[in-house]
């Protein structure tokens, strides 16, 4: 069965706004989505988005937009061998996901896979992590905590399902997650309208 979504969050990082159209199947994701952001100058930014089983990234092709020109980015993923535009990346090798800079949609991989947003657990993870609007890549560590079912009944956004600590180096955020594994609220980054 196929869960059709159509998320829009305000992203307060980049005073902008991100709308995705997403398909979640058993195991499998696929996203489409459009970014239009301020900081750290205007910017209009689409992307493409699949996943093979297990929520798995295989495949994030990013193009970027501003007063400089654009930019393109294909990141390919064959079974933790991590290609750029065709060029192996050896430092992510062993990666699962794609981290796509300012966007909360690329969090639900792995509280997916580890069904962190209904069940307890902590887990590490290497991300490819595309920096924007410049769609630079690094290689990031990053951790997913399961804090707790989240208090209340939620909005017009549907029911909240969970709390989870996100963490990256130096940095800490305890992010709301709905039933579907899809990012309520990212404090100080970004939260969903609908």
């Given at each position: 069965?196929?869960?059709?979504?159509?998320?829009?969050?305000?992203?307060?990082?980049?005073?902008?706004?991100?709308?995705?159209?997403?398909?979640?199947?058993?195991?499998?994701?696929?996203?489409?989505?459009?970014?239009?952001?301020?900081?750290?100058?205007?910017?209009?930014?689409?992307?493409?988005?699949?996943?093979?089983?297990?929520?798995?990234?295989?495949?994030?092709?990013?193009?970027?937009?501003?007063?400089?020109?654009?930019?393109?980015?294909?990141?390919?993923?064959?079974?933790?061998?991590?290609?750029?535009?065709?060029?192996?990346?050896?430092?992510?090798?062993?990666?699962?996901?794609?981290?796509?800079?300012?966007?909360?949609?690329?969090?639900?991989?792995?509280?997916?896979?580890?069904?962190?947003?209904?069940?307890?657990?902590?887990?590490?993870?290497?991300?490819?992590?595309?920096?924007?609007?410049?769609?630079?890549?690094?290689?990031?560590?990053?951790?997913?905590?399961?804090?707790?079912?989240?208090?209340?009944?939620?909005?017009?956004?549907?029911?909240?399902?969970?709390?989870?600590?996100?963490?990256?180096?130096d940095f800490r955020s305890d992010l709301l997650f709905d039933r579907h594994g899809l990012v309520v609220d990212y404090p100080d980054l970004a939260r969903r309208h609908g």
């Open positions: 069965m196929i869960t059709h979504l159509v998320p829009t969050w305000e992203v307060s990082a980049s005073r902008g706004v991100e709308t995705a159209w997403i398909e979640l199947g058993d195991g499998t994701l696929r996203a489409r989505g459009r970014v239009a952001g301020l900081v750290p100058a205007p910017y209009w930014l689409d992307y493409e988005l699949d996943t093979g089983p297990a929520w798995t990234t295989r495949r994030l092709a990013v193009r970027a937009a501003s007063a400089e020109g654009t930019r393109e980015l294909e990141l390919l993923n064959d079974d933790g061998r991590w290609t750029v535009d065709g060029r192996h990346r050896p430092e992510l090798d062993g990666a699962l996901d794609c981290d796509l800079g300012l966007s909360p949609l690329t969090n639900t991989m792995p509280v997916l896979r580890h069904r962190l947003h209904r069940e307890p657990g902590r887990h590490g993870f290497l991300m490819a992590w595309v920096r924007v609007p410049d769609l630079t890549l690094h290689p990031s560590h990053q951790t997913y905590t399961h804090l707790g079912p989240a208090g209340g009944d939620d909005d017009a956004v549907g029911s909240a399902a969970a709390t989870v600590r996100y963490e990256s180096g």
